[in-house]
């Protein structure tokens, strides 16, 4: 039987704890990716394993400058041919690239978008590059390869005011959405110079 991890699942208690943590103004500059083609995925929900309940300590909460908050849900370690990081693949940093899996949880808990539905792959970019919203690229920052986080983004740090709707104002995610991710750092990895 395939193993089951608990830790996908935007548990009530989660939610309630970053919903009460969730005071960061928006106002800082938008990071955006194409995300448009994405509203033909909206029943993605459905797809998304449901998990167990994961219990949240609120002092493990832990805030990036720009205001993503997160808890870290499985730790993650350098590898074995870089156990110090000096050769770039154990952090992200300005340029290298992180390749992540991920699930976005609209303010109800319904997925938006993943990449672990049925033939998804892992989601590859370029830090710095602008090619995913700020909050994301954030949170990856603090991560290591086999990292797994739970975040909330602020929507200053995700779409903002706009969202991302079509010209007749249907939505996948409203206007001034805090998204709720899960995020696993799968691997980073350093661009040749």
């Known amino acids: 039987s395939p193993e089951r991890r608990p830790h996908r699942a935007m548990t009530p208690a989660f939610c309630v704890l970053l919903g009460s943590l969730s005071s960061v103004a928006p106002g800082q500059p938008l990071a955006r990716r194409p995300f448009m083609g994405a509203m033909a995925t909206a029943f993605v929900g459905a797809a998304a394993p449901v998990r167990a309940a994961v219990q949240v300590d609120p002092s493990q909460v832990k805030v990036t400058s720009s205001g993503v908050k997160y808890v870290v849900v499985k730790e993650g370690k350098c590898p074995t041919a870089d156990p110090t990081g000096l050769a770039g693949s154990c952090y992200p940093q300005e340029g290298s690239v992180a390749i992540i899996d991920y699930t976005g949880f609209l303010p109800s808990g319904e997925v938006f978008d993943t990449t672990e539905k049925k033939g998804g792959k892992p989601l590859a970019f370029k830090i710095g590059a602008n090619q995913v919203i700020k ?12 990292e797994e986080v739970q975040a909330l983004i602020p ?21 001034d959405s805090n998204l709720k991710y899960y995020i696993k750092m799968k691997k980073v990895a350093v661009m040749p110079s």
């Open 155 to 175: 929507a200053g740090l995700a779409y903002g005011k706009k969202g991302v709707c079509t010209e007749n104002g249907e939505c996948l995610i409203p206007p």
């Open 135 to 146: 909050g994301i690229e954030d949170v990856c920052l603090q991560l290591k390869p086999g």
